[in-house]
Every structure is written in structure tokens, then in C-alpha cells.
């Protein structure tokens, strides 16, 4: 009982940040899994991208009706994502958990340094192509086999790197690349969850409790977004990122 | 898809319930399975969508990403 309380508090927290920062919840869930509750590297990542799903359904759904979807480049991009989800799901299945949380470290740190470096970057400007060439579809194809790789292997939802193919590869507005996003999120992250499904990874009542916590959690967290600075926001949650990827480090080399 | 995975969510719900008094797990398979599934079937509905507007190379891919997922799920229970 006290361990779904932990579970629920975990999710809650985990929401509110996620809606403030714009990053989806796997990058945390997985840490805190593994390091707060002690589940399995394994357990943690199926449980997460079954989460994903859950999320990323009901974010899509939204923005579906409000027809801020790019249904064209997720379908582009959709095929190589979900091959390299369901690869990525079979090669943490075959590798030791000690391997699967090393390079989880590496990958909530390349994460971390990504947040922080937005956090402190006072001028973003965008390259925006005017015109979409062959080539630069080929390599937004290529990058998102490599984005659902990571997250079959962690968890993770991939929209750290989904994102900015969309916007600087594709060129979609901001806003379309997020909505975009999270619908190709939702259908990556079953790709992967369906494997650790079908080999019984998935823990449903983790699921539940995850899920239960997160939804509410990521509304305060909209609720609250304007009365925060999203600039200490990610810093903070950058420096949480880097603690946990440090603990993987540690646990996974010693 | 909203409505999909709250289904699913409860039909998993329901099951460990099952679970737990009658030692029968099929129902929570059958519940997580309807969370994962609905992102497939909101993209099957896209399909259908695409088709009727006789969009060939956008149906391609997603019947493409379809075949692909699918194929992941009867590789996963058969190996």
C-alpha cells in the first residue's frame, strides 16, 4: 500500500513538472523507479512506455480536434520510429540490467545537459528550411529510427529529440511539432510497450497508479506554469536529472 | 483515443481485481493491451481517412507503420 502511495506522490510530482518543462515523464519515471522504489531496470521501462501511452493518448486526442497534428511528417517518420522502438525493446531484453541502467545514465545525462543548456540560452533562433529536400527528410527519418531506439531501450518517450527534428529538420511550427509529438509518442512508445507486454515485464498495478498520479499532476502543473519561472524550472529539474544519472552510473559500474 | 486508454486503464483495474480473488490474470492482459492497441487503431482510423481522400502516399505509410507495429507484437509472442 505505502509503496503505490509512493507511486501515486511520485506520478503527481512527475506531472507537474513534466507540463511545466514541456518534457515528457519517462526520463523521470524510470529513475524514480529504479532509484527511489527499487523495481527492476527491466520492470521500470516497460511500466513506463505503457504510461507514455496513457499520456500521450490523451494529449493527442486534444490536439487532433484543434487540428494542430502534422499528420503527414508523424506519418513519415512513424515507420522508423516504431522499428527502432521495438529493436530498442529487444535489445534491452537481451542485455544485463547493469548495461541497460549504464547507458540510461549516459542518456539522462546527454538530457540534463539539454535542459540546462536551454534553460541558460538567451537568443533561440530557428533555421527555418523554405524548402523540404530529399535529403533532409531522409535524415529526419534516420534520426527518429535512432529517437525510438532510446525509447524502446529507456522509456522514455523520445520527444526530446523528436521535437527538434520537427522543427529544425522539417520545419513545423513550435506548436504543430509538439502536438505532432506527442501523437507520434503515443504510437512509438506502443511499439515498444507491446514487447515487454507480450515477455511480461509490464507491472499493472504500477501502471495504474502511475498513471492515476500523472494526469492530475501535469494540470497543476498548467494551472501553475504562468506563476513559475519555466527558467528555474529547468534548471532544477536538469540538476535532478544529473543526480539520477549519476546514482545509475554508480549503481550500474560498482 | 482518450476514451481508448481510460477503457483500458479501467478494464485493467478490473482485472486485478479478478486477479486477486480468482488467481486469473487474462482480464489485466486484456486491459493493457487495449491501452497499447489504441494508438494503433487511432492510426488505423487516419488510414481509412487517408484512403477516402485517395491520398496514396500518406496511406502508404501509415498502413506501413501498422504493418510494422503489428509485426512487432506477433514477433514478441512468438519468439
New interface residues.
Given amino acids: 500500500m505505502l509503496y503505490l502511495l509512493a507511486l501515486f506522490a511520485g506520478a503527481l510530482g512527475i506531472g507537474f513538472v513534466s507540463a511545466i518543462t514541456g518534457i515528457g515523464g519517462g526520463s523521470l519515471m524510470v529513475p524514480f523507479m529504479v532509484l527511489a522504489l527499487g523495481f527492476d531496470v527491466k520492470v521500470a521501462v516497460a511500466t513506463s512506455l505503457?504510461c507514455i501511452?496513457?499520456t500521450?493518448?490523451?494529449a493527442?486526442?486534444v490536439y487532433?480536434r484543434r487540428g494542430l497534428i502534422d499528420?503527414?511528417s508523424a506519418?513519415?517518420l512513424?515507420?522508423a520510429t516504431?522499428?527502432g522502438a521495438?529493436a530498442g525493446?529487444?535489445i534491452t531484453l537481451t542485455l544485463p540490467a547493469k548495461a541497460v541502467k549504464c547507458a540510461l545514465g549516459f542518456i539522462l545525462l546527454y538530457i540534463s545537459g539539454m535542459m540546462l543548456r536551454k534553460a541558460l540560452a538567451k537568443n533561440q533562433s530557428r533555421e527555418s528550411p523554405s524548402k523540404l529536400l530529399p535529403a533532409r527528410k531522409l535524415i529526419s527519418v534516420l534520426i527518429s529510427f535512432i529517437a525510438g531506439l532510446t525509447s524502446g531501450m529507456f522509456g522514455i518517450g523520445g520527444g526530446v529529440i523528436k521535437v527538434p527534428v520537427l522543427t529544425m529538420i522539417l520545419g513545423l511550427p513550435i506548436k504543430v511539432a509538439v502536438a505532432t509529438s506527442s501523437f507520434m509518442v503515443?504510437?512509438t512508445a506502443?511499439?515498444g510497450?507491446?514487447?515487454y507486454?507480450?515477455?511480461g515485464f509490464?507491472d499493472?498495478?504500477a501502471?495504474?497508479a502511475l498513471?492515476a498520479g500523472i494526469m492530475p499532476g501535469a494540470t497543476l502543473g498548467a494551472r501553475y506554469m504562468r506563476k513559475l519561472d519555466p527558467k528555474v524550472v529547468r534548471i532544477v529539474f536538469s540538476l535532478i536529472l544529473l543526480y539520477a544519472a549519476a546514482r545509475l552510473l554508480y549503481s550500474a559500474l560498482t | 483515443?482518450?476514451y481508448?486508454?481510460i477503457a483500458g486503464?479501467i478494464i485493467?483495474?478490473a482485472?486485478?481485481v479478478i486477479k486477486y480473488v480468482l488467481g486469473d490474470g487474462t482480464l489485466?492482459?486484456v486491459?493493457?493491451?487495449a491501452?497499447?492497441?489504441?494508438?494503433?487503431a487511432?492510426?488505423a482510423a487516419?488510414s481509412a481517412d487517408l484512403a477516402s481522400s485517395k491520398d496514396k502516399h500518406?496511406l502508404a505509410?501509415?498502413l506501413?507503420?501498422i504493418a510494422?507495429?503489428l509485426a512487432?507484437?506477433v514477433?514478441?509472442?512468438s519468439r
Fill in positions: 505503457l501511452v496513457v500521450s493518448c490523451s493527442a486526442s487532433l499528420i503527414k506519418l513519415l512513424e515507420p516504431a522499428l521495438i525493446a529487444f503515443g504510437l506502443a511499439s510497450g507491446v514487447v507486454l507480450a515477455k509490464t499493472p498495478v501502471v495504474l498513471a | 483515443m482518450r481508448g486508454v486503464l485493467t483495474l482485472g486485478i489485466v492482459m486491459g493493457l493491451l491501452v497499447v492497441v489504441t494508438p494503433i487511432s492510426l487516419i500518406g505509410l501509415s506501413l507503420a510494422i507495429i512487432s507484437i514477433l514478441s509472442l
